[in-house]
């Protein structure tokens, strides 16, 4: 009696599951599928109550940064797990009147790089939060995909490979600009560095002069390069 | 169909005067490439058929893209696999390596020879047509063993292993539910059996219900045996619940595991043809083959405007815009419907209405086995086998001797 | 004719094999199809995580966590938070903790239907799989609305919530519960009641509750043992106590009591449990509230402060080891995975079947190679 109640059972519930699929077959019914390019998802309105920034209020895809209002104080630099934001900054002249941001904070510093490589970021949205200015922060802009299939120059390997199209670099300031600021402090730089290198050049001939002194005729030679040794590695450290 | 063809073409002015024979070849070759083209379009156009069913019955949409709807999906699938690198594995056994699809084709390309389209449209009109289209088709087992073993790959040779096991087994339940059959018939031609299935049924004749006299409607063991015969022929040609050989969340792909491009694409085509080629034979002898159901009940064009009045029934019910791409086959038969009906003479299915409602009850069929794939979970292998020997085979028996009795009851046969 | 020679087959399943969950590797010696041993071989997704989070800040730290069981990825986050802010001794506002205990149980309803879905691909139905992922598809559209990311959210933050919820979120958290329990009649309707899926599955790799304890098995595969035990329920962390619900368990409806199909079924009465709580926590959550608790900028838990703390995964218990320094980087963080002790039972309770059912076992247990492999 069992085999033909397991008999029965098995048809009973095969057709209850041939029912399911059978209703969706034929009913009406919105599907769940989307033409992707040409239909998207709509992305959520997600409006979280700070209301300042109207872009701040979206999903988290791309980070973008308001250069104008950075004030270069790497907070986000240092928030970043992954380390895929890089900042460089230089320090403005003396009395230069760099500007200030939304917040009203006068600007110290002048930002020469802000780069963000996409490619690295997890989205993890922990470097928006320390930005004292706001100006760090997610973008909607979700379609990364480029179509770069036509270019030539490079190898299909090397096109897979490269992503320099997701390293954004969000610096405005200009490269003779940068030049001349960096050449402005190098100059500076490199006049302190002499200075030093003179007291310290003079400081460790002044040293030889006594070692040789002290040491045997036979070791004159040795101690002579030694000394030689010292200077150089001494002042190729002082360049580098 | 053969002898038909020849006598067509010495009978053309034109013709070269040739032995009859060699026109007989001629013909042969002829019908046998015919067939292949049939087999060929039928496989692309079934693949996209199941997509598209089963993406319908996952809330999906199925391919898109390519052509309107997607309809030249499985075209353009079928050019990349035909562009593929043909890989065969270092250690393979390179022969049978190659043979192994084939063989597999052939014996599904082959076993369409005796299955009957319509009166005329029949291959080979022969006196065993059931016995060999029966035997032919368990060659299948043969190329997927040779394929499995010849693949040098553990999982190829499991799934090759459980496909002979598989296939062995259901020959035999699946050659009883037919055996009832022939008992009825009283022959093994395909013809004659579906003659035989004329006229209106024998078993509801004192109920006022308009079923055709099928066999799957004559008597109540062979409503059984049908659908008895529906579950071993799905075991038969390995789809799900049964698709152990090639269980893709078990062996990968079973035995066509190390198989890529053509060779792979040749798999795929054997495999619908022998999916339709089950299916034809159901309808062959469970469902009266090329006769029209209505034919006792209406006339023939009203049974056409029943037709179209379900498919226009069917576009008013259902409204939404993606779920109207299921409807499209049903519209293109009301339109035709309504052609034929203005223009008798027009559509094919006036002059030859066999084609026509074959190609229905095949594809309803179809629609079964996909829908199974489409809802049923894989069975094991020792559940398989318990299905074919301890469940399937006593009740074939017992129909067997059920058809038997009825027949000796209803006097179609004296002891 | 000499006696037929036969010998065991040594079958590599995976890393590329389609059931496999992942890059999990299985060493099968195999007698035909009998399976007599299967040696589990993981590690392909090791990112050192443990090593690496000894380099991070203790919120840097977050978003790895998520990675580690990206399935699951709200409740590990919840963990973690949990773990630190009970190192600093935070009291944390009720908002914030309704908050996590609705996104909580939401991430168990979209793991367990992949659990769900997934065991119905492994045993075959492709269509029940595509049917769970509609469902999970809600979730995580509730998800991105309220954090912005579909998958690895990082919204729960140590002492708070990274945003509070947005407008109209709760309505839409009810909206998909009103729905949910229909959706699940239907995965009852097409595989939990089917006869193909209850002959694959009952009966098949039962874990005896001693097995499941000595390997220290937790989660709804102990559940599914019969044991009720349930970090929730028995050491209540958060605000599951304020909460009623019930711990299901497996009760051998079909075959025997720790068989796949309870294990599966557990999983199926979860997902009901868990939106039982989560309309509970909707009702009681209060209107308005700060979503971040004081905590200092930077967190420097007390010199030689350690923590083990539990929290029910839904995989099992998921615990976090947390020693400190006096930094605000911790010296070490141990990660109590519970898919990596759910799978060492594998190979005890799978032998002696054939190589379908280690599939189906697999599939049972529910394992994420992310949180294995850490």
Redesign the interface.
């Known amino acids: 009696m069992n085999y033909f109640k397991?008999?029965y059972?098995?048809i009973s519930?095969?057709m209850?599951?041939?029912?399911?699929?059978?209703g969706?077959?034929?009913?009406?019914?919105?599907?769940?599928?989307l033409?992707y390019p040409d239909e998207v998802w709509p992305i959520?309105?997600?409006?979280?109550?700070t209301g300042e920034l109207a872009s701040y209020n979206?999903?988290?895809s791309k980070l973008h940064v308001d250069i104008d209002d950075c004030i270069g104080c790497k907070k986000c630099e240092r928030?970043c797990?992954v380390g895929c934001i890089s900042i460089d900054v230089l320090k403005g002249d003396k009395g230069e009147d760099l500007g200030v941001t939304k917040n009203g904070t006068s600007i110290k510093l002048v930002v020469t790089k802000h780069q963000i490589d996409m490619s690295e970021c997890?989205?993890?949205?922990?470097c928006t939060?320390p930005c004292p200015e706001d100006c760090i922060y997610?973008e909607a802009d979700y379609r990364f995909e480029r179509n770069d299939n036509k270019r030539k120059d490079v190898t299909v390997k090397e096109r897979w490979r490269d992503r320099s199209t997701l390293i954004y670099d969000f610096a405005k300031i200009a490269q003779e600009d940068v030049d001349a600021r960096t050449a402005k402090i190098e100059e500076e730089n490199r006049l302190k560095a002499e200075e030093k290198e003179k007291a310290m050049a003079e400081k460790l001939a002044a040293a030889a002069a006594k070692q040789t002194a002290k040491a045997d005729a036979e070791q004159t030679q040795n101690v002579k390069a030694d000394v030689e040794t010292t200077l150089f590695k001494t002042t190729e450290g002082g360049e580098s | 169909m053969i002898e038909s063809m020849a006598n067509w073409f010495l009978s053309l002015t034109w013709f070269p005067q040739m032995e009859l024979a060699s026109v007989k070849l001629l013909s042969v070759l002829l019908v046998g490439a015919g067939l292949f083209a049939f087999i060929a379009v039928n496989a692309i156009v079934l693949v996209y058929v199941e997509r598209k069913?089963s993406a319908?019955?996952?809330?999906?949409?199925g391919p898109?893209r390519v052509g309107p709807y997607g309809t030249l999906q499985t075209v353009a699938d079928a050019l990349k696999l035909l562009l593929k690198e043909d890989i065969i594995p270092t250690l393979a056994d390179s022969i049978l390596f190659r043979v192994g699809p084939f063989i597999i084709l052939i014996s599904a390309i082959v076993a369409f020879a005796a299955i009957p389209f319509s009166p005329t449209v029949t291959a080979a009109d022969m006196s065993i047509g059931l016995y060999y289209i029966v035997s032919i088709s368990s060659i299948v087992v043969v190329g997927i063993v040779m394929s499995g073993w010849a693949s040098n790959n553990k999982w190829s040779l499991y799934g090759a292993m459980r496909s002979a096991a598989q296939i062995v087994s259901y020959e035999i339940p699946v050659g009883l539910t037919l055996l009832a059959v022939v008992a009825m018939a009283g022959s093994l031609n395909m013809n004659e059996i579906i003659i035989a299935q004329g006229g209106s049924s024998n078993l509801f004749h004192w109920i006022p219900l308009p079923l055709p006299n099928w066999y799957m409607f004559n008597n109540p063991f062979l409503f059984i045996a049908f659908f008895m015969y529906i579950i071993g022929a799905t075991a038969e040609i390995n789809r799900t619940p049964f698709d152990l050989p090639e269980s893709e969340s078990e062996l990968v792909a079973g035995f066509m595991t190390e198989y890529s491009g053509i060779r792979w694409a040749l798999f795929f085509l054997s495999e619908y043809a022998n999916f339709t080629l089950v299916a034809f034979l159901t309808a062959v002898v469970f469902m009266g083959g090329w006769q029209s159901p209505f034919e006792t009940i209406f006339a023939a064009k009203t049974s056409l405007l029943v037709l179209l009045a379900l498919a226009l029934a069917w576009t008013g019910?259902?409204?939404?815009k993606?779920?109207r791409l299921?409807i499209y086959p049903l519209a293109i038969i009301g339109l035709s419907t309504i052609a034929a009906w203005l223009f008798p003479g027009f559509a094919i299915w006036i002059t030859e209405p066999g084609l026509f409602w074959i190609a229905m009850k095949v594809l309803s069929l179809i629609f079964l086995l996909m829908?199974?794939r489409?809802?049923?979970p894989r069975l094991r292998v020792d559940q398989l086998m318990y299905v074919s020997w301890k469940?399937l085979m006593p009740i074939a028996l017992f129909n067997l001797i059920g058809v038997a009795t009825w027949m000796w009851l209803t006097g179609e046969i004296q002891f | 004719m000499g006696r037929l020679h036969t010998e065991e087959m040594i079958l590599n399943m995976g890393p590329q094999h389609p059931s496999t969950h992942g890059v999990l590797r299985l060493k099968l010696i195999t007698d035909g199809e009998i399976v007599s041993h299967v040696e589990p071989v993981i590690g392909y997704l090791h990112r050192s995580f443990e090593k690496h989070a000894e380099n991070?800040e203790y919120?840097?730290?977050?978003?790895?966590v998520d990675?580690a069981d990206y399935i699951a990825a709200m409740n590990n986050g919840h963990a973690y938070a949990i773990a630190v802010e009970k190192m600093l001794g935070i009291e944390l506002p009720p908002r914030v903790e309704y908050i996590r205990v609705i996104m909580a149980e939401f991430q168990r309803i979209a793991s367990h239907l992949i659990a769900v879905g997934t065991f119905g691909l492994d045993v075959g139905g492709i269509?029940p799989f595509i049917y769970c992922m509609?469902e999970r598809?809600l979730i995580l559209?509730l998800f991105?609305?309220?954090?912005?990311?579909r998958l690895?959210y990082?919204y729960i933050w140590i002492g708070g919530l990274?945003?509070?919820l947005?407008?109209g979120w709760v309505e839409k958290a009810y909206e998909f519960l009103d729905e949910f329990d229909f959706h699940v009649e239907?995965y009852n309707?097409?595989?939990t009641?089917?006869?193909?899926f209850?002959e694959r599955t009952a009966d098949v790799g039962v874990l005896p509750v001693e097995v499941a304890i000595n390997y220290g098995v937790t989660g709804p595969n102990l559940r599914g043992s019969g044991i009720p035990f349930d970090v929730r329920k028995n050491q209540p962390y958060s605000f599951y106590d304020r909460f009623e619900w019930k711990v299901p368990v497996g009760e051998g409806a079909m075959g025997s009591v720790g068989d796949s199909w309870d294990r599966y079924m557990v999983r199926i009465e979860e997902m009901l449990e868990s939106a039982k709580i989560i309309r509970q926590a909707l009702d009681q959550l209060p209107a308005e509230g700060d979503v971040k608790a004081a905590i200092p900028k930077k967190i420097r838990p007390p010199k030689g402060a350690e923590i083990y703390s539990r929290y029910e995964n839904p995989r099992g218990e998921l615990g976090f080891y947390i020693r400190s320094d006096g930094t605000n980087i911790p010296t070490r963080v141990k990660m109590r995975s519970p898919a990596f002790s759910n799978i060492s039972a594998l190979n005890e309770i799978s032998q002696g079947w054939m190589m379908s059912d280690v599939i189906t076992i697999l599939g049972s247990l529910d394992i994420v190679l992310g949180e294995i492999d850490r």
Request: glycine residues 4%.
């Open positions: 397991n008999i059972i098995a519930t095969l209850t599951g041939m029912k399911l699929t059978l969706y077959f034929v009913r009406p019914r919105e599907y769940v599928t033409q959520p309105e997600r409006n979280i109550g979206v999903i988290r928030a797990p997890m989205f993890c949205d922990l939060h997610m | 069913v319908f019955m996952q809330v999906r949409l898109m019910y259902v409204k939404t993606a779920n299921s829908w199974f489409w809802t049923f469940v | 991070l919120q840097m730290v977050s978003p790895f990675r269509t509609r598809e559209d991105e609305m309220a954090s912005g990311a690895l990082n990274a945003h509070d947005p407008a239907e309707r097409i595989l009641t089917n006869k193909i209850i």
